[in-house]
T-cell receptor, first 115, second 109 residues
Framework: EPEVTQTPSHQVTQMGQEVILRCVPISNHLYFYWYRQILGQKVEFLVS????????KSEIFDDQFSVERPDGSNFTLKIRSTKLEDSAMYFC?????????????FGSGTQLSVL | RKEVEQDPGPFNVPEGATVAFNCTYS??????FFWYRQDCRKEPKLLMSVYSSGNEDGRFTAQLNRASQYISLLIRDSKLSDSATYLC??????????FGSGTRLQVQP
């Protein structure tokens, strides 16, 4: 089965530093997402992206966050100035379309630790 | 009220047991419903979609009651490999999935 690939699997950074989390969605997929999961809590939606622009974002996705599709394969999440509370597992996902029953494929996640 | 609410468990059951999980959702405009499975520190994986007519996939049966805004998952003949957290997930029409906090299942030998 095709996979969503995320790198790195673990990222440790100092508070206030910028981090970029990388994702390679499934090649023929058109819709891309970032979710996060703080340890012991539920999976939370951050942002969805289609046709080179954000289609939807949550209240978590403030000005410190940005997303980009710099080339035909990568999809990145940038956190400009990390805070302790940004420590979480970040999951990238992709889908072929946005039908209500469309299946999302999740990557294995990047564990971000902010010290 | 939480958008998607689940009993966190844990449910500790012996192998071969039947176990049922429930979930309620608050947004009556919700369009689609899913059960995902998440193993410890791993990504969520789609287990099955949930339809109003109810649907079955092997040992797993899902039911949806739109009037009560209630979703259920039944697992028959539990296996050790079923041990995981089961996430109730709702598409509220904003085209982003809303996840419940999950119900933890531990199947014991």
């Amino acid at each position: 089965e095709p996979e969503v690939t995320q790198t790195p699997s673990h990222q440790v950074t100092q508070m206030g530093q910028e981090v970029i989390l990388r994702c390679v969605p499934i090649s023929n997929h058109l819709y891309f997402y970032w979710y996060r999961q703080i340890l012991g809590q539920k999976v939370e939606f951050l942002v969805s992206f289609y046709n080179n622009e954000i289609s939807e974002k949550s209240e978590i996705f403030d000005d410190q966050f940005s997303v980009e599709r710099p080339d035909g394969s990568n999809f990145t999440l940038k956190i400009r100035s990390t805070k302790l509370e940004d420590s979480a597992m970040y999951f990238c996902a992709s889908s072929l379309s946005t039908g209500y029953n469309e299946k999302l494929f999740f990557g294995s996640g990047t564990q971000l630790s902010v010290l | 009220r939480k958008e998607v609410e689940q009993d966190p468990g844990p449910f500790n059951v012996p192998e071969g047991a039947t176990v049922a999980f429930n979930c309620t959702y608050s947004n009556s405009a919700s369009q689609s419903f899913f059960w995902y499975r998440q193993d410890c520190r791993k990504e969520p994986k789609l287990l099955m979609s949930v339809y109003s007519s109810g649907n079955e996939d092997g040992r797993f049966t899902a039911q949806l009651n739109r009037a009560s805004q209630y979703i259920s998952l039944l697992i028959r003949d539990s296996k050790l490999s079923d041990s995981a957290t089961y996430l109730c997930v709702v598409n509220t029409g904003r085209r982003a999935l809303t996840f419940g906090s999950g119900t933890r299942l531990q199947v014991q030998p």
